[in-house]
Each structure stands twice: as C-alpha cells, then as structure tokens.
C-alpha cells in the first residue's frame, strides 16, 4: 500500500515535469519566432492581391500587361503564420497545463476529514 503512493507520487512529479517542460518549450518558440530567431509555422502560402487595369479602360493597348499588385504576398502570409503560430503554440501551452494539474493531483494528499453527528435524544 505505500508503495501505491510512492509511484503515483513519482507519475505525478513526472507529469508536472512534462507539463512544465511544454510550457516553457512552447514560450520558447513563440518568443524566438516573434524576435526573428525562427521562423514561424507556414501554413498560409497565398498570392499577391493584383488588379488588371488594363480592364478598366476601354481603349488599353492590346497586349499590355498593365496588372497592378495592391497587396504583397508576404504581407498577407506573414502575419496570418504568425497568428497561426500563436494559436498553435496556445493549444500547446493549454496541453500542458491540463498534463502538469494532473500532476498536482497526483501529488496532492488526499485528506478526508470524517465528523459524526451528534445523536439527539
């Protein structure tokens, strides 16, 4: 029997270290990818937001490539990676939070304090 605590002592120390350890590794990431250090994660890979004028007026030169980019594919990517990133590393950091309470479960003495009612006669 204490040999049944020690061990859900040990999992639970265990489980803290886990938890802790992806917190700071998720801290980590979002701290160098915000200072340059890393690059984020890419899941956004858009195109530039271009505009043919050449369909705005009707007497274009025939042939005359006359598109104009408004908005740069970077400009649309990076900061849309950056976001995902950040939800990503939140999920993570949410992750290990539920494993390192767990933990603290684990560890924490279980103290059940029994009363007994007084009889009234």
Do not use: C, W
Request: glycine share 8%.
């Amino acid at each position: 029997m204490m040999g049944e605590g020690l061990s859900e002592k040990i999992i639970g120390y265990l489980l803290i270290l886990v938890g802790v350890a992806t917190i700071l590794l998720a801290t980590l990431s979002v701290y160098k990818t915000f200072t340059g250090q890393t690059n984020s994660i890419t899941p956004f890979n858009f195109d530039a937001i271009s505009m043919d004028m050449g369909k705005l007026v009707d007497q274009a030169p025939a042939g005359a490539n006359l598109k104009q980019e408004l908005i740069s594919s970077d400009l649309l990517n990076h900061p849309m990676n950056l976001i995902a990133h950040l939800l990503l590393m939140g999920f993570i950091v949410a992750v290990g939070y539920k494993i390192a309470s767990l933990g603290v479960m684990l560890v924490r003495p279980i103290k059940v304090k029994l009363r007994e009612e007084k009889q009234t006669q």
